[in-house]
T-cell receptor
Framework: DTEVTQTPKHLVMGMTNKKSLKCEQH?????MYWYKQKAKKPPELMFV???????INESVPSRFSPECPNSSLLNLHLHALQPEDSALYLC????????????FGQGTRLTVV | DAKTTQPPSMDCAEGRAANLPCNHS???????VYWYRQIHSQGPQYIIH???NNETNEMASLIITEDRKSSTLILPHATLRDTAVYYC??????????????FGTGTRLQVTL
């Protein structure tokens, strides 16, 4: 099983809402990633978790709050977002270290209204 | 991580080989060259990676120059389903860290009949 599952596939939320994105993998990977991708742009790294601890935060605004409750799950909690936060949010996982490939989910298409 | 330079777009006739170049002149000794592709609105898909030797798998071949400052991804018999944005990425291979996978602007490959 080389699958990273993201839910929901689509999400529309108001600027005062609180919502969460979920990512799950069962490959035993100990590194998990959140990326944000705007239309016609490459994915941009947001967060990296290593062994369930946040290891990299690419200066992401606090309205995005990641959480890694266990080695298979990664959440991204959203609060007070702006319309410009509308994007495709991608989750990925990999073995520890940089010499092995990362597997990506199909993403959550988020629209903030 | 080292930066990469790729042509913004390329065309290829179906059935012919697609050769996608990438410059990574500032690559360091422990950095791997990775290739991913992204078909419209889907998550990035791993293709191949290598350190210094040429690599081949069922999808593609990766040719890395001896000085490691550039590489070429070869899709031997391109099909319409290979139309996608192809990203060349260099990534630290050190163990003990969850290293970043930083995307550049990529090459949009259009395969035509």
């Amino acid at each position: 099983d080389t699958e990273v599952t993201q839910t929901p596939k689509h999400l529309v939320m108001g600027m005062t809402n609180k919502k969460s994105l979920k990512c799950e993998q069962h490959m035993g990977h100990r590194a998990m990633y959140w990326y944000k991708q705007k239309a016609k742009k490459p994915p941009e790294l947001m967060f990296v978790y290593s062994y369930e601890k946040l290891s990299i935060n690419e200066s992401v605004p606090s309205r995005f709050s990641p959480e890694c409750p266990n080695s298979s799950l990664l959440n991204l909690h959203l609060h007070a977002l702006q319309p410009e936060d509308s994007a495709l949010y991608l989750c990925a996982s990999s073995q520890y270290g940089g010499s092995t490939e990362a597997f990506f989910g199909q993403g959550t298409r988020l629209t903030v209204v | 991580d080292a930066k990469t330079t790729q042509p913004p777009s390329m065309d290829c006739a179906e059935g012919r080989a697609a050769n996608l170049p990438c410059n990574h002149s500032t690559i360091s000794g422990n950095e791997y060259v990775y290739w991913y592709r992204q078909i419209h609105s889907q998550g990035p898909q791993y293709i191949i990676h290598g350190l210094k030797n040429n690599e081949t798998n069922e999808m593609a071949s990766l040719i890395i120059t001896e000085d490691r400052k550039s590489s070429t991804l070869i899709l031997p018999h391109a099909t319409l389903r290979d139309t996608a944005v192809y990203y060349c990425i260099v990534r630290q291979g050190t163990t003990g860290t969850a290293s970043k996978l930083t995307f550049g602007t990529g090459t949009r490959l259009q395969v035509t009949l």
